[in-house]
């Protein structure tokens, strides 16, 4: 990793992406970008005046960085619709990683499907960092969640490529389909039956995971194997909480030529529910 892309509404939000970006710049000696993304779908007179003021505003933040934090940092405002400039940015910037703020929780009024992060996320060909939580130190635990399927084998070695899992405990997730409440249901099924059925499942679980790991080279990791008592995105999340991650790791489906991307119910469920912070990893990852 070489360069880490910022984008910044100069919000509270943002000022949580900049401190981890800042973490993250250090820890792999890379440098830092900072972009502003002007909608440029209203006046002109407006527009240039939003320019004018960001530019102010960037200015001051990189010689910050700089002068502060020790950091190699650049600075663009960019014209345009907001998750499309940002993506074009990291493209155009050649960015290693794309890092953001938490999207706007705000029940009813924002059902996050259609915000400027989640679109950001569906359309970038970089891994992108949601920084949702308060910046305390570097990472030092992840648990990455798979789902062993093809994208998801691209998407760890994205990752992989990426170092962004050097020096970190790394534990792997992987949500079996164990559907218990169901069994239960099933009159003709004995508790010891049902409980058999579960373990056996678990078992080809893990095996499932073992070689997942070995084909990916995760082989030292720490492996979680969860049943689908509920939703996969909610067992993500309580299962980071258990292990005491600082960052939850999953990775997209693949693009067709007909759609620009297909982000998967169960990361958008994370994205839209995790506390801590989220990395997403498409499989198409270009470092």
Same mark, same amino acid.
């Not at 527009?47 to 990189?62: G, M, P, R, S």
């Not at 502060?68 to 990291?90: K, M, N, Q, W």
């Given at each position: 990793?070489?360069?880490?892309?910022?984008?910044?509404?100069?919000?509270?939000?943002?000022?949580?992406?900049? /401190?981890?970006?800042?973490?993250?710049?250090?820890?792999?000696?890379?440098?830092? @970008?900072? @972009?502003?993304?002007? $909608?440029?779908? %209203? *006046?002109?007179?407006?527009?240039?005046?939003?320019?004018?003021?960001? &530019?102010?505003?960037?200015?001051?933040?990189?010689?910050?960085?700089?002068?502060?934090?020790?950091?190699?940092?650049?600075?663009?405002?960019?014209?345009? $619709?907001?998750?499309?400039?940002?993506?074009?940015?990291?493209?155009?910037?050649?960015?290693?990683?794309?890092?953001?703020? =938490?999207?706007?929780?705000?029940?009813?009024? $924002?059902?996050?499907?259609?915000?400027?992060?989640?679109?950001?996320?569906?359309?970038?060909? /970089?891994? !992108?960092?949601?920084?949702?939580?308060? =910046?305390?130190? =570097? #990472?030092?635990?992840?648990?990455?969640?798979?789902?062993?399927?093809?994208?998801?084998?691209?998407?760890?070695?994205?990752?992989?490529?990426?170092?962004?899992?050097?020096? %970190? &405990?790394?534990?792997?997730?992987?949500?079996? $389909?164990?559907?218990?409440?169901?069994?239960?249901?099933?009159?003709?099924? +004995?508790?010891? %039956?049902?409980?058999? #059925?579960?373990?056996?499942?678990?078992?080809?679980?893990? +095996? %499932?995971?073992?070689?997942?790991?070995?084909?990916?080279?995760?082989?030292?990791?720490?492996?979680?194997?969860?049943?689908?008592?509920?939703?996969?995105?909610?067992?993500? &999340?309580? +299962?980071?909480?258990?292990?005491?991650?600082?960052?939850? !790791?999953?990775?997209?489906?693949?693009?067709?030529?007909?759609?620009?991307?297909?982000?998967?119910?169960?990361?958008?469920? !994370?994205?839209?529910?995790?506390?801590?912070?989220?990395?997403?990893? *498409? =499989?198409?990852?270009?470092?």
């Amino acid at each position: 990793m070489k360069t880490i892309l910022v984008a910044t509404d100069f919000s509270a939000r943002s000022d949580r992406a900049a /401190r981890r970006a800042v973490l993250l710049a250090h820890t792999f000696g890379v440098s830092v @970008i900072l @972009i502003h993304v002007v $909608d440029d779908d %209203q *006046p002109a007179r407006i527009v240039a005046a939003e320019q004018d003021a960001a &530019n102010t505003l960037l200015k001051e933040q990189a010689r910050s960085l700089r002068d502060i934090d020790g950091l190699d940092c650049s600075h663009h405002v960019v014209l345009g $619709d907001p998750f499309e400039a940002i993506t074009r940015s990291a493209e155009e910037l050649s960015a290693d990683l794309v890092v953001i703020g =938490p999207h706007r929780r705000q029940a009813l009024k $924002d059902m996050f499907v259609g915000t400027t992060a989640e679109r950001t996320i569906r359309l970038s060909r /970089r891994p !992108v960092l949601m920084a949702n939580a308060v =910046p305390a130190g =570097p #990472y030092r635990r992840a648990l990455l969640a798979t789902d062993l399927s093809a994208p998801s084998k691209n998407a760890v070695r994205g990752m992989v490529e990426l170092g962004f899992m050097k020096g %970190q &405990n790394l534990s792997l997730l992987h949500v079996f $389909d164990a559907p218990e409440s169901w069994l239960r249901t099933r009159g003709s099924l +004995s508790d010891d %039956q049902i409980k058999a #059925y579960l373990a056996d499942e678990r078992g080809r679980a893990a +095996s %499932q995971l073992s070689q997942f790991a070995a084909d990916v080279g995760l082989r030292s990791a720490e492996f979680v194997l969860e049943p689908t008592t509920a939703s996969a995105g909610h067992v993500i &999340n309580e +299962s980071a909480e258990k292990a005491r991650a600082d960052v939850i !790791v999953v990775g997209t489906h693949s693009r067709s030529r007909l759609t620009k991307a297909f982000l998967g119910s169960v990361a958008e469920e !994370v994205l839209r529910t995790a506390t801590r912070d989220v990395l997403v990893v *498409p =499989p198409e990852t270009r470092i």
